[in-house]
């Protein structure tokens, strides 16, 4: 079926598993370095990707300081990161090509907010876009109903 037929991580070598895809892989830690600096726009610097974090996301605590647009940002980024993860080792495996996560997460980024501030548009509640996708600017921007996306790739 021209499916990549081994157990081996594409990247480095080892014996492939969703751990190790996403959190132990030597390759993949510059792809969390560069996730971890939108993290730090969304939560002012005061949330380190931890193994945990990675793996399972921010889970809400009663003394939590972020409060939940923050929170569901952080979340929604760090569920791209590992799909784009997955995504990369999928495209490999099926076209032996190899995609940089990084590329995949951009796009992804890209696609959904251009898609969510249409909606916002289309719905009059484009003022309550910037609270909802773009604390931090991390991702983007609005000036003068004007939007604009950046991206570190």
């Known amino acids: 079926m021209g499916v990549y037929d081994t157990a081996d991580c594409h990247r480095c ?29 969304i939560s002012s610097n005061n949330l380190p990707l931890t193994t945990g974090l990675k793996l399972l996301g921010k889970i809400p605590r009663a003394d939590d300081p972020f409060g939940k647009q923050n929170a569901d940002l952080i979340n929604w980024t760090l569920t791209i990161a590992r ?38 548009v289309s719905k009059h509640s484009q003022f309550y876009f910037p609270y909802d996708w773009c604390i931090g600017e991390a991702f983007a921007k609005v000036e003068n109903n ?6 570190l790739t």
């Open 83 to 120: 799909y784009a993860i997955h995504k990369s080792a999928v495209y490999h495996r099926v076209h032996n090509t190899t995609l940089p996560p990084e590329a995949i997460f951009a796009a992804i980024i890209k696609s959904h907010l251009r898609f969510q501030f249409k909606l916002y």
């Open 146 to 151: 004007s939007f604009s996306i950046y991206l």
């Open 13 to 41: 070598g080892a014996t492939d598993t969703v751990e190790h895809s996403i959190i132990e892989c030597p390759t993949i830690d510059n792809f969390w370095n560069h996730v971890q600096t939108f993290v730090d726009k």
